[in-house]
């Protein structure tokens, strides 16, 4: 009995965090008819419907909304402590969840994947990409790397990096428009600005120097942009300056599509963390990764390269 209802609340689970059958089939190794079985026989059991079905999408009932709330993250800690336990006892293993922005994951963190997979073989990290702020517990995350998630009794932060960002430009830009001197002089310039993704507002050029200095710069906009990608890209083809963060900075700093512009001034944003639960039990597979990966990416140097002023 207990064996047949662990595999119904499997599949609604992963029914609930994937959108569809199809996407929770592929996780668990099943066919999709065998998870829309399952969850339809949990459906009996219970007496209530716990998904809208139709042809192109899948979404929670008010009840269905109401049981994965109270049973994901529970569901989720016996998975972990049986898999400790069947593994060995404090042994990393299993699927690790983790959420990541395309640029710094794709940069910066899958390189270092190579190493943490053979020191930890049966751990394996499942990564999804996205820019915008997941809320790790109800999304089912083990793991969150980025910046400026809320805090709240439920997650852990550890911090990575603090980062700046800095203004740069491409040198065909600035062979066609001499350099700024000083930030009142942004203003005769094209800028590129970039519109928050939490707030809808475009983030203004607050600049400050080491010796305390602040100013907020004005700069004639010729595009807006919410993906701090693009936004570099766009920069590295000489539309003209922008603020960047020196996470998507860096790469094109050190090949020569971009040169820094009045490189005494820079501007702050959140430090670029870690976060996981703090739930009483962490998993080996998430201790592991969160000291492996804090580890090696100060050993890289990404730590002091996010904050150069």
């Not at 079985?37 to 007496?47: D, H, M, Q, T, Y």
């Not at 997941?134 to 009794?153: H, K, N, P, R």
């Not at 120097?209 to 602040?214: I, L, P, V």
């Amino acid at each position: 009995m207990f064996t047949e209802l662990s595999s119904y609340l499997d599949a609604f689970i992963a029914s609930a965090d994937e959108g569809s059958f199809s996407a929770a089939a592929r996780r668990l190794g099943l066919t999709p008819a065998a998870v829309s079985k399952s969850v339809n026989r949990l459906e009996l059991r219970l007496g209530v419907r716990l998904f809208q079905r139709s042809t192109r999408s899948l979404a929670l009932t008010t009840d269905g909304e109401r049981l994965y709330a109270q049973v994901r993250l529970p569901w989720s800690e016996i998975g972990d402590a049986l898999t400790d336990l069947s593994q060995g006892a404090g042994k990393p293993a299993g699927t690790l969840k983790v959420s990541l922005a395309h640029t710094v994951g794709r940069n910066y963190f899958v390189p270092l994947l190579g190493e943490f997979s053979r020191r930890y073989p049966d751990v394996v990290p499942d990564l999804h990409f996205d820019n915008r702020q997941v809320d790790l517990i109800a999304e089912g995350f083990d793991v969150a790397i980025g910046g400026g998630l809320e805090l709240t009794d439920a997650l852990i932060a550890r911090e990575l990096a603090q980062v700046h960002i800095v203004l740069a430009a491409s040198p065909a830009y600035l062979k066609a428009h001499p350099a700024p001197t000083q930030p009142q002089e942004l203003a005769r310039h094209r800028g590129l600005l970039r519109r928050s993704l939490a707030t809808g507002r475009l983030v203004a050029w607050t600049l400050k120097t080491a010796a305390g200095q602040e100013v907020v710069a004005n700069v004639r906009p010729v595009a807006v942009m919410d993906d701090p990608e693009a936004l570099a890209r766009a920069t590295a083809d000489g539309m003209g300056i922008a603020m960047l963060p020196m996470p998507h900075a860096c790469p094109l700093l050190a090949s020569g599509e971009l040169v820094r512009v009045l490189p005494e001034w820079y501007a702050e944003t959140r430090p670029l963390s870690i976060y996981y639960s703090s739930r009483k039990l962490v998993p080996a597979k998430v201790r592991v990764f969160v000291d492996f990966m804090i580890e090696e990416f100060r050993a890289a140097g990404h730590a002091q390269r996010f904050r150069q002023q």
